[in-house]
């Protein structure tokens, strides 16, 4: 079955590189995505990896993909207060019962200090 | 354009009311979901509507029916609330099954 993993908290100062880490059980993941939540508002998708590739870049953020250990991480360098919210690892199956529906991690609570 | 839009913004409600959350996306996508959203839980797939005309049932259905009345629109509904059902609610849409979700600003729901 599906299972996707984060820790809950990640405390950063501004300026320095975030790097939030991620699991997921089922070897069969199609897509890999990250969302942000801010305080208040709906998630907003930030990136998506495809499951064949290793890295993704998209300005300040970096998407690295480790499928032996199904281990995903992004990493936002230099971290601003903006970057403060919940962080979402998600993957969606591509096939069998599971096809397209999106599982969640928990959330990595993500602070800044200035 | 405005995306996924969703009403009401909050709610109240008592044991054994029953409300309707309305869900609208205007960027002609074929599929759209509901979620649930509870404190360290992330979020829940209650239902989904993979296109118009199909829906199914996600991880947590129970206590809920939903209704794809368009290709706009994807309504959730809570014939008896009960205050396990107090939670966020978010509606998302895609481009097709696969494609990334884009979410709604998610409906705060209290039931006492």
């Known amino acids: 079955g599906e299972d996707v993993e984060q820790s809950l908290f990640l405390s950063v100062r501004e300026g320095d590189s975030s790097v939030i880490n991620c699991t997921y059980t089922?070897?069969?993941?199609?897509?890999l995505y990250w969302y942000k939540q801010e305080p208040g508002a709906g998630l907003q998708l930030l990136t998506y990896?495809?499951?064949?590739?290793d890295m993704k870049q998209d300005q300040r953020l970096t998407v690295l993909l480790n499928k032996k250990d199904k281990h995903l991480s992004l990493r936002i360098a230099d971290t601003q207060t903006g970057d403060s919210a919940i962080y979402f690892c998600?993957?969606?199956?591509?096939?069998?019962?599971?096809?397209?529906?999106?599982?969640f991690g928990q959330g990595t609570i993500l602070t800044v200090h200035p | 354009n405005a995306g996924v839009t969703q009403t009401p913004k909050f709610q109240v409600l008592k044991t054994g009311q029953s409300m309707t959350l309305q869900c609208a996306q205007d960027?002609?996508?074929?599929?759209m979901y509901w979620y649930r959203q509870d404190p360290g839980m992330g979020l829940r797939l209650i239902y989904y509507?993979?296109?118009?005309?199909?829906?199914d049932k996600g991880e947590v259905p129970n206590g809920y029916n939903v209704s794809r009345l368009n290709k706009r629109e994807f309504s959730l509904r809570l014939e008896s609330a009960a205050p396990s059902q107090t939670s966020v609610y978010f509606c998302?849409?895609?481009?097709?099954?696969?494609?990334?979700?884009?979410f709604g600003p998610g409906t705060r729901l209290t039931v006492t």
């Open positions: 998302a849409s895609s481009a097709d099954f696969l494609y990334e979700q884009y």
């Open positions: 089922d070897s069969s993941s199609t897509y």
């Open positions: 990896i495809f499951s064949n590739m």
């Open positions: 998600a993957e969606s199956i591509g096939g069998g019962t599971s096809y397209g529906k999106l599982t």
């Open positions: 960027m002609n996508h074929n599929s």
């Open positions: 509507s993979a296109s118009e005309g199909t829906t």
